[in-house]
């Protein structure tokens, strides 16, 4: 029903920046919250970064003057520009989107297939 496609993950120094993207297409009515999580091998899934439809924002501590999560409501889209990046950053990083996909129906999440991002020398 709803698709969320992610692009940007690659291999970068340390110190580097990159930035992720993700688009939501699909059966939307609306879009509640859109975020990045994160996974590195042998770890739990972690909360990166999230935003409201309305703007309110929530960051991980590790990440939080580092990284900045934006958001473009028209065309369903989340971005997550990545600064200052350290090796503990390597992970799988995957976009997630609360959405209201029936009218009757509340929100559920979707996730994205996921985007690797490793940071080495």
């Known amino acids: 029903q709803v698709q969320l496609v992610e692009s940007g993950g690659g291999l970068v120094q340390p110190g580097g920046s990159l930035r992720l993207s993700c688009a939501a297409s699909?059966?939307?009515?609306?879009?509640?919250?859109m975020g990045w999580y994160r996974q590195a091998p042998g770890k739990e899934r972690e909360l990166v970064a999230a935003?409201?439809?309305?703007?309110?924002?929530n960051y991980a501590d590790s990440v939080k003057d580092r990284f900045t999560i934006s958001r473009d409501n028209a065309k369903n889209t989340v971005y997550l520009e990545m600064n200052s990046l350290k090796p503990e950053d390597t992970a799988v990083y995957y976009c997630?989107?609360?959405?209201?996909?029936?009218?009757?129906?509340?929100?559920?999440?979707?996730w994205g297939q996921g985007t690797q991002v490793t940071v080495s020398s």
């Open positions: 997630n989107a609360r959405v209201k996909t029936n009218r009757y129906f509340v929100s559920r999440d979707f």
């Open positions: 699909g059966s939307i009515i609306r879009i509640d919250a």
């Open positions: 935003i409201t439809s309305g703007g309110m924002l």
